[in-house]
Antibody, heavy 119, light 112 residues
Framework: QVQLVQSGAEVKKPGASVKVSCTASGYTFNSHYMHWMRQAPGQGLEWMGLINPTGTSTNYAQRFHGRVTMTRDTSTSTVYMELSSLRSEDTAIYYC????????????WGQGTLVTVSS | DIVMTQTPLSSPVTLGQPASMSCRSSQSLVHSSGNTHLSWLQQRPGQPPRLLIYKISNRFSGVPDRFSGSGAGTDFTLKISRVEAEDVGVYYCMQATQFPYTFGQGTKLEIK
């Protein structure tokens, strides 16, 4: 079945960068977009952006422009999300989730990666 | 950005009774393809979200038939015909018609 395995929890200092990985299996990785979402503690869900199947195009939420970079390695079926200039408000669980082009829905969600930003 | 507004924010329900929650978008969610990309997600405590309903009313694989979605344009509803203990959690609507994808604030389903 479709499975997404994300990298482990991270603790970072303000101003640092974090890179979260998401390795997919059980479906045609090269034919799906991959989205990144995040959820601050006790809060709702927020879309961060996506990367296309070939890794040649990205679409980032305006609020993350200049701070987020999404990449993918098709040889290992892994996508990466790097967030720079971290601040305390970036403390959240980060999720990867695939979408078949044109489907208009996303599933399944990775297990999530907790990123804690603290001095 | 499309703003998604859910009501109520909290819904105490008796086991075996029905539950209903609403989601309203700030603009029509009809995509240029003719589809309406409105989904409902369930997030149980301590778990990642999971897809329940897509394109307004289509139940995702493995979702019990006590869950149903309806609506059109800007107004959408998720109904649970008979609430079970495992349904406790937060329910989010999500639009994927236009970037950025956006979510409602969530409706917390609790057992009375």
């Amino acid at each position: 079945q479709v499975q997404l395995v994300q990298s482990g929890a991270e603790v970072k200092k303000p101003g640092a960068s974090v890179k979260v990985s998401c390795t997919a299996s059980g479906y045609t990785f090269n034919s799906h977009y991959m989205h990144w979402m995040r959820q601050a503690p006790g809060q709702g869900l927020e879309w961060m952006g996506l990367i296309n199947p070939t890794g040649t195009s990205t679409n980032y939420a305006q609020r993350f422009h200049g701070r987020v970079t999404m990449t993918r390695d098709t040889s290992t079926s892994t996508v990466y999300m790097e967030l720079s200039s971290l601040r305390s408000e970036d403390t959240a669980i980060y999720y990867c989730v695939p979408e078949e082009p044109g489907a208009g829905w996303v599933d399944p969600w990775g297990q999530g990666t907790l990123v804690t930003v603290s001095s | 950005d499309i703003v998604m507004t859910q009501t109520p924010l909290s819904s105490p329900v008796t086991l075996g009774q029905p539950a209903s929650m609403s989601c309203r978008s700030s603009q029509s969610l009809v995509h240029s393809s003719g589809n309406t990309h409105l989904s409902w997600l369930q997030q149980r405590p301590g778990q990642p979200p999971r897809l329940l309903i897509y394109k307004i009313s289509n139940r995702f694989s493995g979702v019990p038939d006590r869950f149903s979605g309806s609506g059109a344009g800007t107004d959408f509803t998720l109904k649970i015909s008979r609430v079970e203990a495992e349904d406790v959690g937060v329910y989010y609507c999500m639009q994927a018609t236009q970037f950025p994808y956006t979510f409602g604030q969530g409706t917390k389903l609790e057992i009375k």
